[in-house]
T-cell receptor
């Protein structure tokens, strides 16, 4: 099992540019989460998908952020246009089931720097 | 609402010292509790979990007991190693029907040789 795979590991971009972060969840997991981690705010849940359907996007900061999950094995988080305050580590996590007692499996994260 | 409060760090210890990281929670109903560990440059990894009162989760020498009477889930290890240096997060899942994990702020632990 390769775990949750995120790409790229690091991204440096200029303010105003579009940024796309990618995630491949663990095969068979039907829940997917995008988190953002900063020193100031800790871990924030941005959006949650269940069976490829967005269930809760209340954590998405603003309209500049969008997320998609076109199939069970792939998700993207897009920021357009990017701003310096978006600099953070973005984690994708997947889980086996919405119910039950499972924790999440996290990817290694994408460190985004917007200059 | 549901929330988790962790002791503030950073915590610096010598090898073979005893480690305790306090975690208390606020929740309605019967939450599940978790400890995650984040090593430098990596994502969070599930360290241990407990799903009901008096359950003890354990892994890699770490233990935590779900105490409903004190709403606590303190993490302990009897003899730490340099390789235990990491950030530790306490987390709560409100119920089996709730997908959201609420994380504490994290506690940075540094173990010196």
């Amino acid at each position: 099992d390769a775990g949750v795979i995120q790409s790229p590991r690091h991204e440096v971009t200029e303010m105003g540019q579009e940024v796309t972060l990618r995630c491949k969840p663990i095969s068979g997991h039907n829940s997917l989460f995008w988190y953002r981690q900063t020193m100031m705010r800790g871990l924030e849940l941005l959006i949650y998908f269940n069976n490829n359907v967005p269930i809760d996007d209340s954590g998405m900061p603003e309209d500049r952020f969008s997320a998609k999950m076109p199939n069970a094995s792939f998700s993207t988080l897009k920021i357009q246009p990017s701003e310096p305050r978006d600099s953070a580590v973005y984690f994708c996590a997947s889980s086996l089931s919405r119910r039950g007692l499972y924790g999440y499996t996290f990817g290694s994260g994408t460190r985004l720097t917007v200059v | 609402g549901n929330s988790v409060t962790q002791m503030e760090g950073p915590v610096t210890l010598s090898e073979e010292a005893f480690l305790t990281i306090n975690c208390t929670y606020t929740a309605t109903g019967y939450p599940s509790l978790f400890w995650y560990v984040q090593y430098p440059g990596e994502g969070l990894q599930l360290l241990l979990k407990a799903t009901k009162a008096d359950d003890k989760g354990s892994n890699k020498g770490f233990e935590a007991t779900y105490r409903k009477e004190t709403t606590s889930f303190h993490l302990e290890k009897g003899s730490v190693q340099v390789s235990d240096s990491a950030v530790y997060f306490c987390a709560l899942r409100p119920s089996t029907n709730d997908y959201k994990l609420s994380f504490g702020a994290g506690t940075t632990v540094t173990v010196r040789a």
